[in-house]
């Protein structure tokens, strides 16, 4: 049976007398006065299919410490289990059981465990107890909108086919392992096809390139057709190595449809796809395409932010697709409102942000001073009660810059290194909540 915590902890657990080692000393002190929070690790923990028989696994408090590790020090799972073994403060940070080291394996196993749910949970916890130590009040906030980048490659038509013909070969050759030799016949197209896409890349001109697109469409179409005979061969197989299989071509089967359709559609008849029609990677569907202004264009998730005078994260919203900002200031607002129980006393916002019936509706609820960087044709009279009050509140609002800077350099938010949507909300929240406990660590010790 798997336990929350570690149950009996080592005599010889110290702290290095260092900026880091007592960082990471008041965080391991937080950690301990809020043990309830073990209990929601240990739920996904069991939720993730980990038998309750057996060896013991790690604690969920060592997963839990594990992961924040990870994240406060941007640690790679074989760097972290390197240093679980060498440091002795990381160590005593982890809590794990005397003469445990874990392997890189059984720690991405269970950190990814923990769901972006449960690290919004203990951000709240962390909030509520900022809120107790007068650290944050939630009466003046900052909001602004950044990207987080998916793990994939800059996408090109020619790219996607690529990939697509690379995954269906791979798949055929598990079939034919499968089969024993007996399966429907076919041809490797993965050097044609690759010789095609890189040909693209540097062929001038859209009669060449066209072409090009053609045989490189047709190479993929046939690849699927192998892959369908080989679906058919396996029909009724009661074999769970082929169940498998078959789930792997369900998921990709209608992806490779999609990167054919908007490759025809594009290339071919010269039509212009929708951004939300688009299929931007064969690994990573869940990403996004992202233009913020005139800047350059993006793949992964936009994510809007609030923090308070404290510099801590107070809410976090992944965004679907790429809404405008306009339209995600009220119910950012609102969250704050259900969050908090109040609105903001004071709030300051990007000038995409603005618009007047924003300012108006902000007024409504109850903000006193709804400052947007840029006036965006609204008086500084309407959105607050004095030029002073708007530069305050403008010169305020430019230092979420810095925490976002921080949480991309520092904590990793600037690409996500985990696969699929899930995933990238975990990644995303644990960045955060290591960033809110160090510096909630910080602001407490001053």
Not at 175 to 182: E, N, P, W
Not at 348 to 371: E, I, P, Q, S
Request: net charge positive; hydrophobic share 40%.
């Amino acid at each position: 049976m798997r336990q929350e915590r570690t149950v009996q902890m080592s005599i010889f657990d110290l702290f290095a007398a260092h900026e880091i080692g007592r960082e990471l000393k008041a965080m391991s002190q937080w950690l301990d006065d809020n043990r309830d929070l073990l209990g929601l690790v240990a739920r996904d923990l069991r939720r993730s299919n980990v038998k309750a028989t057996g060896r013991q696994g790690l604690p969920a408090e060592a997963v839990l410490r594990c992961a924040l590790l990870k994240q406060y020090r941007q640690l790679s799972y074989q760097e972290l289990a390197f240093h679980l073994e060498d440091s002795a403060s990381f160590r005593a940070f982890a809590r794990l059981p005397w003469s445990w080291s874990p392997k890189k394996s059984v720690l991405q196993k269970t950190i990814s465990a923990i769901r972006p749910q449960t690290w919004e949970e203990i951000n709240r916890a962390l909030l509520s107890g900022a809120r107790q130590e007068k650290l944050e009040d939630g009466a003046v906030v900052r909001l602004d909108s950044t990207v987080t980048a998916a793990l994939m490659h800059e996408p090109s038509d020619s790219s996607l086919l690529w990939d697509a013909v690379r995954v269906m070969v791979r798949l055929l050759r598990q079939a034919d392992a499968l089969a024993g030799g007996t399966g429907p016949g076919w041809r490797n197209h993965c050097r044609a096809a690759k010789k095609r896409a890189r040909k693209i890349q540097f062929t001038r001109g859209r009669p060449n390139r066209v072409q090009l697109y053609r045989d490189l469409i047709a190479i993929t179409r046939t690849t699927l057709a192998y892959l369908e005979q080989a679906s058919e061969h396996f029909a009724g197989t009661p074999d769970p190595f082929v169940d498998l299989w078959q789930g792997q071509l369900r998921h990709y089967r209608p992806l490779i449809e999609r990167i054919i359709t908007q490759s025809e559609r594009r290339v071919l008849a010269g039509e212009t796809v929708p951004a939300n029609e688009k299929l931007v990677s064969l690994f990573e569907p869940h990403a996004d395409i992202i233009v913020k202004g005139s800047r350059d264009t993006e793949y992964g998730h936009k994510l809007n932010l609030t923090t308070g005078r404290s510099g801590m994260i107070l809410d976090l919203v992944i965004e679907t697709g790429n809404p405008p900002d306009s339209d995600r200031l009220l119910p950012m607002l609102e969250r704050h409102i259900v969050l908090w129980g109040q609105a903001p006393r004071q709030a300051a916002a990007d000038g995409g942000f603005a618009t007047r019936d924003n300012l108006a509706t902000a007024k409504a609820w109850g903000v006193c001073d709804m400052a947007f960087h840029k006036k965006a044709g609204l008086r500084i009279e309407d959105m607050v009660r004095s030029k002073w009050v708007y530069r305050k509140l403008r010169n305020f609002r430019a230092g979420i810059e810095a925490g976002i800077s921080c949480l991309k350099r520092a904590y990793g938010l600037a690409r996500c290194t985990w696969r699929g949507l899930n995933h990238f909300k975990t990644y995303v929240w644990s960045s955060v909540v290591a960033y809110n406990l160090a510096l909630f660590a910080r602001l407490r010790s001053t």
